[in-house]
């Protein structure tokens, strides 16, 4: 792989700042003490981090609501602590993927200030300004994903402003030129520090319709992807308020910016109803994203017929896009819990582990997937995320996959911090503490390290073709296959032992070295309960 295709089968951790470890006893996490935990990244045997948002912020959505671009928000440390930070990843092997959300600011942005101001200030339009309707109601029925009109009331402007989630993220007015230009200016601010790449927050929500035309209802009976269905967002399709024509145009200006630097890779953020769609047309022609990061594993279904269906459709309809595949991220419940359909077996992770990376595209892990961590009940009077409180109790928001990691099972605040945590540690994360696992050949944080080293060594599994095989009720099946390879990929993820019957005419010999354990007899392959196998033909 060269350094300018590193990111292709590239394996990349997520890091959730505020939760990965504390270095100043704050009860939050910082850059600081991302630098301190470098040597167990580099030992897991992932090729990038991705960390989210560490820039000034009020933090009403923890960091996804940004004031100031360009600066580390003082929770998180300084620029000289990104600098460390990024110094120690690179010098351990590690390229560093930031989080840009650049669909909107936090009104605490100079920019908002400034536009809020007043209707003639040059900062005017550069966000969604529109006038009541006659009756003083919003302009349309468009709807914030967190709850409610996307429309807030300015007694400053007397006119709405457009905001896709919270009313303290107001949307750029992508429209507009200079806006553009002060984004692109923002990230070539981290280009030049020396980042690796970025994930692009809600990439498609960049543009809206300039007509302001109001969303159609979903057709009775269905929803829109990505929210619950007791959200009113649920209830519209969204042509208007996002995934725009117009984006496609940004898209290549910023990949413009990007390519002007070595190696850079980019990962957009698509939650939209046409998922496959507008992954497609956002990375064809490699001059917009390199890849789109999907929701579709993200899903609470779980068979293997569900994923098999999930590989095929994408495979069908997204004329090669590169993927990049997750099982859990700081959005969604932990997968071991979201998916507890498939059993609360210890060894279920490392399957999972090996089916993600056993897909074509690269993959996205999420910090304390590799200790097993489930997802954590966050009491009422606890819950952080805005989200959960507008939706609470039906959902009770995102909290119970953002607690902070347990280092130490009997260390104080299991070792994330001297200060209380932010967000309760639960006690049933203190046994798969990363000491605990550290100490247990077993576990699954081993077994993570061991595949990933493994997967690096199998050219077909980082950049091969991906040719599915049907699924049976236990097993998702598949062949990858580059110039240099073709492996057989099997996973048995139930609790019972499978027989996988291969198609006429195909003959394998067990491929070592992975950590799994089948056993393939001519045409059949056995799998024991939540097992994998990788054959290459003989
Ligand atoms: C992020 C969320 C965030 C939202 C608004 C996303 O999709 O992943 O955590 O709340 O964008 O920025």
Known sequence: MNEQNWWRGAAIYQIYPRSFQDSNGDGIGDLAGITARMPYLAQLGIDAIWISPFFKSPMLDFGYDVSDYRQVDPIFGDLGDFDRMIAAAHQHGLKVLIDQVISHTSDQHAWFKESRGSRDNPKQD??????????????????????????????????????????????????????QDAVLDATRFWLERGVDGFRLDTVNFYFHDQALRSNPPQPAGQYAVGVPRNN??????????????????????????????????????????????????YTAGNDKLHMAYTFNLLAEQCS?????????????????????????NHDVPRVVSRWQELGDS?????????????????ICLYQGEELALAEAVIPYEQIQDPYGKTMWPDFAGRDGCRTPMPWQADGLHAGFSSGAPWLPIPAAHLPCAADRAEADPQSTLHRYRHFLRWRKQQPALIHGEMELLAPSDQVVAMIRRDEAQTVLCLFNLSNAAAIYALPAGMSFQALGGHGFHSEIDGGQVTLPPYQAFFGTPG
Request: proline share 8%; hydrophobic share 40%.
């Open 304 to 328: 293997p017929r569900f994923i098999h269906g999930v590989l095929d459709e994408f495979q069908r309809e997204t004329a090669g896009a590169w993927a990049c595949w997750s099982l859990g």
């Open 232 to 281: 009113p967002y649920a209830l519209q399709v969204h042509v208007y308020d996002k995934t725009r024509p117009e984006n496609l145009a940004f898209l290549q200006r910023f990949r413009a910016l990007t390519d002007a630097y070595p190696g850079i890779a980019t990962i957009g953020e698509i939650g939209d109803d046409n998922q496959y769609r507008t992954l497609a047309a």
């Open 346 to 362: 210890p060894l279920l992770p490392a399957v999972l582990l090996a089916m993600l990376g056993s897909l074509r595209g690269s």
């Open 126 to 179: 550069w966000y969604v300004w529109v006038d009541p309707q006659a009756d003083g109601s919003p302009p349309n029925n468009w709807q914030s994903i967190f709850g409610g009109s996307a429309w807030q009331w300015d007694t400053r402007r007397c006119q709405y402003y457009l905001h896709n989630f919270l009313s303290s993220q107001p949307d750029l007015n992508f429209h507009h030129p200079e806006v």
